[in-house]
Every structure is written in structure tokens, then in C-alpha cells.
């Protein structure tokens, strides 16, 4: 009875859950130009549109350019940090992890308007690559964690050996150290990907609508009604996520990057 219980509990909730995305989808699919559902015919132009209209397909490719330079800026800082504090073991040390994850623990408006204060001030507020720097730091903490959980994986005995044998620093990192923590850098980069192209607080105050991504996109194009590619450009998002962390959830160690420890560990 209690089995049956949990099952119906589990099933309710992936409803409630499922339910917002099923509705959207139908929408994207509608064949008048309203937001109906259960749709009214079926059409996949509104999907042709994000790639046909050159207003959706610009603040598409300014939605792909933002999140990859962000999350690659996030990994190319992610990285010697968590490469140091795994070398240096040291109280101390924990300062500069705490400065790391500092970003994303704030709320984001708190941290949108301290770049849009900071930009401003700098007089550089609307540039097109204050958007990176912004999303690069805010998001700093995914790859951090991963990093970190990544150079936690690893046998020291690996590293005390290439260095007995004469290797540098810049060596074992390159030649021991990067190839072991490779799953957990390109998931952290997937991480900070996916969250960079649908976030809209932080890319909104500092550039406005001077470099429209998809989701400031979107939200110009309410001021003019509501039309169907909005709900295609948020299935699309859905998708490619689904795909991204599907592919690190199939390539990755997915318990261990959700912080799980190993049988050796625990």
C-alpha cells in the first residue's frame, strides 16, 4: 500500500511538473498565430522562424556567441583556482574558494546591479562583451565545483610519480592532470553553457537592448503581443538542455558530479 502510495505521489508530481512544458509545446505547434491550447492545427513554422526571421536568428547567435565566450571564461578562471587550492592545502587557502562561489550565492539582481553599477562607472555600460565578463563570473562557481570535485578524484601517487621522474608543474598538468579532469571541465562548461543562454537579469543590465539574446529577445517581443515562436525558442531551450546534460549525464560521472562519493571514499 505504502509502494503504491510513493508511485502515485511520484507520478502526481511529474505531472505537475511535466504539465507547463506539455502546454508550451502545444502552443509552439499551433497553426494561427495566438497562444491556444489545445493548438488549433498543427505547424512547425514558428520553429522555421528562430532560424528564417533575422531578428530571432540574430539574438539566437548572440545567445550561442554570450554563453560559449561565458562559459569559457568561467573554466579558463575555474580552472588554476582549483588547480591551486587542490597543490595547497591550507586553510587560508579556502578564501579564495569562498571568493569564487560568492557570485552565484547573492541573489542575481543584487549581482546584476552591482555589474551594471561597476560597468557604468567604468563607462562601459552596453558593450557587447561586458555580457561575457559578467556571465563568466556569475557563473564561476559551477565549473569551480566540478573542478574541484575533479582534482578530489584524483590519486596523488599519479602526480608524486610524474614529479619524481622530473616533470614540471605545467607537465603534470598537462600530461596527468588536465586528461583525468577532462569529463568534469567540459561539464562544467556545459553547466555554465546552458545556464548562460537562457539567463536574462544579469545580460539585461548590462547591455539592455543593445545585444539582444534570445530571452531579451523574447521579452521585447511581448511589448507587441504574443505569437508562437516564443513557446518554440522555449522548447528549443528545454531540448538543447535536455541534450547537453543528457550527453554528460552519458559520457560524465553524473553521481560524482552531483557531489556523490565513490565506494573508496565512503
Known sequence: MNRALTRLYLALVAIFLAAPIVVVA?????????????PQGFSLSWYAAIFTDDSWR????????????????????????????????????????????????????????????????AGAYGQWWTAIISHGIFFVTLPLVTLTLGFASIDRSLVEAASTMGASDRTVLRTVVLPLILPYLVSGFAFVFVLSLNEYIVAYMTVGF???????????????????????????????????????ARFGDLPRLLGALSSDES
Open 210 to 248: 543593445t545585444m539582444e539574446t534570445l530571452p531579451i529577445k523574447i521579452f521585447n517581443a511581448l511589448r507587441y503581443g504574443y505569437t508562437p515562436t516564443m513557446a518554440s525558442v522555449s522548447v528549443f531551450f528545454v531540448a538543447l538542455a535536455a541534450l547537453i546534460f543528457g550527453l554528460v
Open 58 to 121: 540574430q539574438a539566437l547567435m548572440n545567445s550561442l556567441l554570450l554563453a560559449t565566450l561565458a562559459a569559457t571564461l568561467a573554466v579558463l578562471i575555474a580552472l588554476p583556482l582549483a588547480w591551486f587550492l587542490w597543490r595547497r592545502i591550507a586553510p587560508w587557502a579556502n578564501v579564495f574558494q569562498l571568493l569564487g562561489v560568492a557570485p552565484f550565492v547573492l541573489p542575481p539582481v543584487i549581482t546584476a546591479l552591482g555589474f551594471l553599477t561597476f560597468w557604468t562607472t
Open 26 to 38: 502545444g502552443v509552439s505547434v499551433n497553426e494561427r498565430q495566438n497562444l491556444t491550447f489545445p
